[in-house]
């Protein structure tokens, strides 16, 4: 669509990776439309992506704000599809969740060390929390230490230090586990509007800052997937978590790839947008043929380490 609206010819628009399963050409455009094997995403392919063309309409020979316009869109189009599809999940759901505690589990640690019923929770730590799911989140990653917690009790903004809450370890990572019970919200259009905006933001977090823990290490490689593990993982959800739990999955995925493409890697749109934003501040491009080598092998990078992950995730399907 953003190729289109600046004119840029569009050679083949295709859903799914590797060899086509369908495919036709249109007979007003000229763009092919295919269908292919391995469903990992996407691609709009164009003239002048990489080095020069004499085609006019290429991408390579609109203005450097088009270029970052028509790049940065693929990714956006991800986060638009995760939002969609957490609108669909919130507006299923039995009950919306508050950020107000209305009660405690039997000994709850959170409870002994300074929280109340009736307290509305704002921050974890430094984070900001709005729905129930970010709480939960939230405490989940960063309460298996002390920490304080700022909530609106009785009108006024009280922060309750060093609360404790109990953790539990799953595949060696240890997590933390919210001790309370929170009051359900309304459930109209607003509600609706707030959760799956806030959900969407909080799984946009939760993505980010996985990558971050694999980088300094509290995930380590195994917990790195593929198709392969991706597939596996949607399986288990679908026998253990019915529709929602696939249709957030769901999510996760697009938005992950939606973030991971715009990383400022060579190969990636984000790798794309440097050399744009690079070219817009020299006022001149980067020579093309260097930009395509990089391009290159940042792809080569890539495919290896597809492989390597796809050796793993098969690996433990017989383990």
Not at 140 to 164: F, L
Not at 189 to 199: D, G, L
Not at 201 to 218: A, F, N, P, Y
């Given at each position: ?18 060899p ?24 709009v ?15 390579c ?40 505690i ?20 704002i921050?974890?730590?430094?984070e ?7 709480l939960?989140?939230?405490i ?25 809450f ?12 919210a001790?309370?019970?929170v ?5 109209n ?11 969407s ?18 995930y ?9 593990g ?11 978590g019915g529709?929602d739990?696939?249709?957030y ?5 697009t938005?992950?790839?939606g973030l ?18 690079v ?38 399907l017989?383990?």
């Open positions: 669509m953003a190729a289109r609206k600046f004119g840029v010819t569009v050679d083949e628009f295709a859903i799914g990776m590797g086509k399963i369908y495919s036709r050409v249109s007979k007003k455009s000229g763009t092919r439309y295919s269908l292919r094997l391995l469903p990992i995403g996407g691609f392919s164009m003239p002048g992506e990489n080095g020069t063309s004499d085609d006019p309409n290429a991408l020979n609109k203005s450097v704000f088009q270029r970052m316009i028509v790049v940065f869109a693929g990714a956006f189009m991800n986060f638009i599809l995760g939002i969609i599809v957490m609108t669909v999940i919130v507006s299923s759901s039995q009950v919306l969740g508050s950020t107000t209305h009660g405690f589990a039997d000994s709850a640690m959170s409870e002994s060390t300074g929280l109340m019923i009736g307290d509305t929770i921050k974890v730590g430094d900001r929390v709005y729905v129930a799911n970010d939960v989140y939230e989940m990653r960063d309460g298996i230490s002390p920490v304080d917690i700022t909530v609106k009790r009785a009108g006024e903004t009280v922060i309750v230090k060093d609360v404790r109990p953790s539990y370890s799953e595949s060696g990572i240890l997590y933390a586990a001790d309370f019970y009051f359900p919200e309304e459930k259009v607003a509600n609706v509007i707030k959760h799956s905006f806030y959900r933001v909080s799984t946009i977090e939760m993505i980010w800052e996985s990558l971050i823990d694999l980088i300094t290490g509290r380590g490689f195994e917990a790195v997937s593929g198709p392969v991706v597939t596996q993982a949607i399986s288990d959800t679908a026998k253990s529709i739990g696939v249709l999955l769901v999510v996760v995925i938005m992950n790839l991971f493409n715009l990383l400022p890697l060579p190969a990636l749109d984000g790798g794309r947008l440097m050399f744009l934003i070219e817009a501040v020299r006022r001149r491009p980067v020579d093309p043929e260097l930009e395509a080598k990089i391009h290159a092998a940042g792809i080569i990078v890539l495919m290896l380490l597809m492989a390597f992950v796809t050796y793993k995730d098969i690996s433990k017989f383990v």
